[in-house]
């Protein structure tokens, strides 16, 4: 069983639709969250931290549930500029490991 | 100009050669990874050094070495390359500081084993 789980997609929505991607992880010390963003044949940015809380950056919001070891992200009114690649990702468990475990990605297409 | 940067960017060789990938960041970040992406199979960890006498096995060492010449450089090794280690590889940096422990990705080296 991989320790961070992503369902790879491909994505196909409508512009202007909303998205949301899941992920699901192993490890329970796991404290930190994140996704990443990958374009086409591009190296993998980080899009936005997830806090427990959850928290929102403009068109998207993203939430954890530790309790079901579950992430989330949604995109509201996409965008066709929003097409890419999404990571899920986690730190490997608690405390400054600095070891981060990528989930497979999710592709998302979105079409004007 | 670009904080973490890879040479080369394409490399085609042959089983059985040595080969060299280069990292450089302009971050002062202490922390430097190495990293493969398959397809299906996600970014997997290959080495990382917190500090230049620092290096650590990540989950898939095997057929790889690392040295960290400096605090600004991190290079990987393939000692005798063969055609499974055909993959992008990406070095990445993070600042101890940063408790987030965002990491931030070179462009990548597009590695062909023939």
């Known amino acids: 069983r991989k320790e961070v789980e992503q369902d790879p997609g491909p994505f196909n929505v409508p512009e202007g639709a909303t998205v949301a991607f899941n992920c699901t992880y192993s490890?329970?010390?796991?404290?930190?969250f994140f996704w990443y963003r990958q374009d086409c044949r591009k190296e993998p940015k980080l899009l936005m931290s997830?806090?427990?809380s959850g928290n929102e950056d403009g068109r998207f919001t993203a939430q954890v549930d530790k309790s079901s070891k579950y992430i989330s992200l949604f995109i509201r009114d996409s965008q066709p500029s929003d097409s890419a690649t999404y990571l899920c990702?986690?730190?490997?468990?608690?405390?400054?490991?600095?070891?981060?475990?990528f989930g497979q990605g999710t592709t998302l297409q979105v079409k004007p | 100009d670009a904080d973490v940067t890879q040479t080369p960017r394409n490399r085609i060789t042959k089983t059985g050669k040595r080969i060299m990938l280069e990292c450089s960041q302009t971050k002062g970040h202490d922390r430097m990874y190495w990293y493969r992406q398959d397809p299906g199979l996600g970014l997997r960890l290959i080495y990382y050094?917190?500090?230049?006498?620092?290096?650590n096995k990540g989950e898939i060492s095997d057929g790889y070495s690392v040295s960290r010449q400096a605090q600004a450089k991190f290079s990987l090794s393939l000692e005798s390359a063969i055609p499974n280690q055909t993959a992008l590889y990406f070095c990445a940096t993070s600042d101890l500081a940063d408790n987030q422990e965002t990491q931030y990705f070179g462009p990548g080296t597009r590695l062909l084993v023939l």
């Open positions: 490890n329970s010390a796991s404290q930190s």
């Open positions: 050094s917190f500090d230049v006498k620092d290096i």
């Open positions: 997830v806090y427990s």
């Open positions: 990702v986690v730190n490997e468990g608690s405390g400054n490991t600095g070891k981060l475990i």
